[in-house]
């Protein structure tokens, strides 16, 4: 057990752990059995009833708490502490039948139908009416137990590409949002460049959701669309918010959002929470996001542990979410101020193409990563494995037959007392914005290459470099650091260019990737070309951009070296900056690949070696020391500590690096002081 004592006695002093349990599966005799094996195994908290609404309300007002009251009972006579979930994403069957236009609708136009999970149109006001009810239904009964410290709203917001409807109340509800945005038909038909192919409307009434067109559809109705998409999320979310504050006050609310999600502002949606969680399954994460040109090498070789960038990335991501923004921090006594990993794979997983047991030693990694980049508690899914319906072939920690899994040992031989809680103090930011995301994929033009993989290719380049790193958006204080990597950020508000000019001013190192600046807020090109309101900060312009099929490759010299670009290659027309870098051979031979004026530097070639080798270089020029670290080797630090990691699955013995003549075993972690 961890000595989580502090001289305050409110905060935690080191990491703690949960699991996610589902007394609705199981006889009503197991959770005081669970409550004591998760006590024993030094578990804090569990997760309840995300998918219970079934069980809690059967018919439409009949609702039966007794086995949700005994089981929360039960839990707390066993030394933990409750987080219970609004059971949104499971409208049952009495719902939907008797509202079948509740049911969210494809991109194909079909509807989709129940019998599985998300099967909601966040627009419907009749399901908003049910999702109300039932939240202040379960907020008014358990709202102030002694045993419930805490709520997650819902479940993984947008999974199964649930996070936009393209029909029912969502197509409905579309022309009044723009309507509101724009005032008149004529401004929105400027502001999307109608003219163009004859897309021009007379009436609010003629818009759709855009889907089914012949040809591909017009990228800044698909942006407004998008953008309306996710303000439904984020209000469905609010109205669950504040009812649990209203029925549940000094108690914490959060969500547990998803790996690398990218159908909503995450920004937008996490303000009044009071901390971050997400769901951290690294196996089947690699199979879906590993880096294009790198994917079945990477996968094979790091197919039991995850990548260490790929995991990270989410971690920076959600942590960052709320600093400098709307997080409210509010938690009970003794509870963690966030933020979380609620959902923390312990074996294997069962939803991706393929599904490896994790090598031994993973999900001890697992859990000092994230303490490491900074998560309070990890909650394990799930307590025992599933024995019906979709997730038969999920672990969990338990197996089917109730005997202690592969991860169960893991968890219990854990030192909790090396992972103190604390910053994360990294003196480099990496800027995210989802606008620039979803504007980037509509018209990817190379199809290796995607907003995500530009935008993980800097962060592993800093990674690999020893660096720890907060991920933010571009409104957050960026005053505090360094340097600022924007990896991808295509879309440029004008009020952001201020921003970077004075971080510019005031000795601020910053880094912009290829397509920076190319599109206005609406989703056109400047008229005055890229970089449109940052050319005079840039002091150049766009010339020409090349997409690399694979196999076809473009050479970069900078320095002493060559590099041979990949996916995408542009090249600037200067004023005023100087080319650090430039292409040799092809249609653009000569020209500039990598600029720089005073503190600005543009890289307009991808390739990870060289973004490491201009950002090593300039790292160093600021006083920051890099650590040139071996493929899947890892360092991160909090709180004073510093932890080493192997995620490779042989030995590493360091070279050239601080801990020198170090021999790091496979799949492992030390902690070390500094």
Not at 18 to 43: F, K, M, N, W
Not at 161 to 170: K, L
Not at 393 to 418: C, F, I, M
Not at 547 to 570: H, I, M
């Amino acid at each position: 057990m961890p000595d989580n004592s502090r001289s305050d006695n409110l905060l935690p002093a080191f990491l703690q752990l949960a699991t996610c349990d589902y007394p609705e599966h199981v006889p009503s005799d197991r959770p005081a059995i669970y409550a004591q094996q998760q006590h024993e195994l030094g578990l804090t908290y569990v997760r309840l009833a995300e998918f219970a609404w079934s069980r809690m309300e059967p018919r439409c007002g009949q609702f039966e708490w007794d086995w949700l009251d005994a089981a929360i009972d039960a839990y707390f006579a066993g030394g933990l502490k409750v987080v219970l979930c609004t059971p949104t994403p499971t409208p049952p069957a009495w719902l939907t039948r008797a509202h079948p236009e509740i049911l969210p609708v494809d991109t194909q136009g079909r509807v989709r139908e129940f019998g599985a999970r998300r099967h909601y149109d966040f627009a419907s006001p009749i399901y908003r009416e049910h999702s109300r009810r039932i939240t202040r239904a379960i907020a008014e009964r358990y709202g102030q137990h002694e045993a419930v410290v805490g709520w997650q709203t819902d479940n993984e917001w947008a999974c199964h590409n649930t996070g936009r409807s393209y029909g029912g109340a969502s197509a409905e509800a579309f022309p009044d949002w723009l309507e509101a945005k724009y005032g008149s038909i004529d401004k929105l038909n400027t502001a999307w460049g109608n003219v163009f192919w004859s897309m021009e409307y007379s009436d609010w009434a003629q818009i759709k959701p855009p889907i089914l067109t012949v040809a591909e559809p017009n990228p800044s109705h698909l942006l407004d669309y998008y953008r309306f998409c996710s303000s439904l999320i984020a209000s469905f979310q609010a109205e669950q918010v504040a009812i649990l504050r209203e029925c549940s006050p000094d108690r914490f609310v959060t969500h547990n959002f998803m790996i690398f999600e990218s159908s909503f502002d995450h920004y937008e949606v996490a303000k009044g929470l009071d901390f971050v969680s997400w769901d951290n399954y690294p196996t089947g994460m690699l199979e879906y996001f590993a880096p294009d040109g790198t994917q079945e090498a990477m996968k094979s070789h790091f197919a039991r542990t995850g990548h260490p960038d790929l995991i990270g990335f989410n971690h920076d991501l959600y942590r960052g979410l709320l600093k400098g923004r709307e997080g409210l921090g509010r938690t009970g006594e003794g509870t963690p101020s966030g933020p979380w990993v609620m959902e923390q794979q312990c074996g294997q997983v069962n939803w991706a193409p393929y599904n490896p047991l994790p090598e031994g030693g993973a999900v001890q990694l697992w859990t000092a990563q994230a303490w490491a980049h900074g998560m309070d508690v990890v909650s394990y899914f799930r307590w025992r494995a599933a024995t019906m319906a979709q997730e038969v072939l999920h672990s969990g920690l338990l197996r089917h037959d109730e005997t202690p899994d592969r991860g169960y040992a893991e968890v219990k031989t854990l030192n909790l007392n090396q992972f103190p809680l604390g910053e994360v103090a990294a003196r480099v930011a990496l800027l995210h914005d989802y606008d620039s995301l979803w504007l980037y994929d509509i018209q990817k033009h190379s199809a290796g290459l995607s907003y995500w993989t530009q935008t993980v290719t800097y962060y592993m380049a800093l990674r690999s470099l020893g660096l720890d790193v907060d991920i933010l958006h571009p409104d957050a204080d960026l005053s505090g650091y360094a340097v600022v990597v924007a990896p991808a950020l295509t879309l440029i508000k004008p009020e952001w260019v201020d921003t970077f000019a004075a971080l510019a001013g005031s000795g601020t190192k910053l880094v912009f990737g290829p397509r920076t600046a190319f599109r206005t807020p609406g989703g056109e090109t400047w008229a005055n070309g890229q970089f449109g309101p940052m050319s005079e900060l840039v002091s150049a312009k766009l010339l020409q951009f090349d997409s690399l099929r694979p196999g076809l490759t473009q050479d970069v010299r900078y320095g002493e070296g060559t590099f041979a670009a990949t996916n995408w290659a542009e090249s600037y027309r200067l004023d005023g900056a100087k080319a650090i870098a430039s292409y040799v051979g092809g249609p653009q031979d000569g020209l500039p690949a990598v600029i720089r004026k005073g503190n600005v530097t543009v890289i307009g070639a991808h390739h990870q070696e060289l973004i490491s080798t201009v950002l090593s270089e300039l790292l160093m020029n600021v006083g920051i020391q890099v650590e040139s670290l071996p493929d899947g080797v890892r360092l991160s630090r909090r709180a004073g500590k510093t932890l080493l990691q192997n995620w490779n699955p042989h030995a590493v013995k360091l070279e050239g690096v601080k801990w020198q003549g170090r021999t790091l075993a496979p799949v492992s972690f030390a902690v070390l002081d500094g």
